[in-house]
C-alpha cells in the first residue's frame, strides 16, 4: 500500500513538472510567447534543469533539445524509482516504458490544450490567455479546419482532433503490454 501511495505522488509530481517542461519545448517550437506572468513561472519551474543540460545538449534546427532530454529524464525517474522498488528489470524494458511515458504526457497535454481552448470559446473567447492556447493549438486543428471546415458556424476540428489524440493514447496502450512482453 505504502509503495502505491509513493508512486501515485512520485507520478503526480513528475507529471505537473513533465508538463511544463512540455508546454515550455511546444512554446518554443510554435514561436508563441505567453504572458510575461506565464512565462515567468514556467522559466522559474524549469531553468534549473533545462540550462545544466543546455551546456551538454545545445538547441538546433529551432528545437530545444535541452528542454526535450528534461522531459525524458523526468519520464525516467519514476520508472526507474518503481522497478528499483518492486524488481530488476532490462534497460531496454526501461527506455520503452520511459519514451511511452513521454508520450503519454504529450498526447494528455495536447488534449488539455485543445479542452482548455473550448472552455475558452464557451466562457470568455477574449481572456488574456486565450489566443495563448489558441496559437499553441494551430498547428494541430489548421489541417483539419481545411478538411472540416465550420459547419453552422461550429468549428468541429477540435472534437476530431480530440478523438484522434484519445485514439493514439489507446492505441499506445494497447501496444505497450506487447512490446514489454518482446523485450522480456
Known amino acids: 500500500m505504502l509503495h502505491g501511495i509513493f508512486t501515485f505522488i512520485i507520478d503526480i509530481v513528475t507529471g505537473f513538472f513533465a508538463g511544463f ?31 545544466p543540460i543546455r551546456r ?34 532490462s534497460p531496454v524494458m ?37 489566443p495563448f492556447v489558441r496559437a499553441l493549438n494551430e498547428p494541430l486543428l489548421s489541417p483539419f479546419r481545411r478538411l472540416l471546415p465550420p459547419l453552422g458556424g461550429l468549428d468541429f476540428s477540435p472534437l476530431l482532433v480530440l478523438i484522434i489524440l484519445q485514439v493514439l493514447s489507446k492505441v499506445l496502450n494497447e501496444a505497450l503490454p506487447r512490446l514489454l512482453m518482446t523485450t522480456y
Open 21 to 51: 517542461l512540455l508546454l515550455r519545448f511546444w512554446m518554443q517550437v510554435q514561436r508563441v510567447r505567453p504572458p510575461s506572468f506565464l512565462a515567468q513561472a514556467i522559466f522559474q519551474i524549469t531553468d534549473w534543469i533545462v540550462h
Open 56 to 89: 551538454i545538449i545545445p538547441g538546433f534546427r529551432g528545437y530545444d533539445w535541452a528542454t526535450l532530454t528534461a522531459v525524458f529524464l523526468t519520464a525516467l525517474l519514476p520508472v526507474l524509482l518503481d522497478f528499483w522498488l518492486l524488481s530488476q528489470v
Open 94 to 130: 526501461i527506455l520503452i516504458l520511459t519514451i511511452f511515458r513521454v508520450a503519454q504526457w504529450a498526447l494528455y497535454g495536447l488534449m488539455a490544450l485543445l479542452l482548455i481552448e473550448a472552455v475558452f470559446s464557451w466562457i470568455n473567447p477574449h481572456a488574456p490567455l486565450a
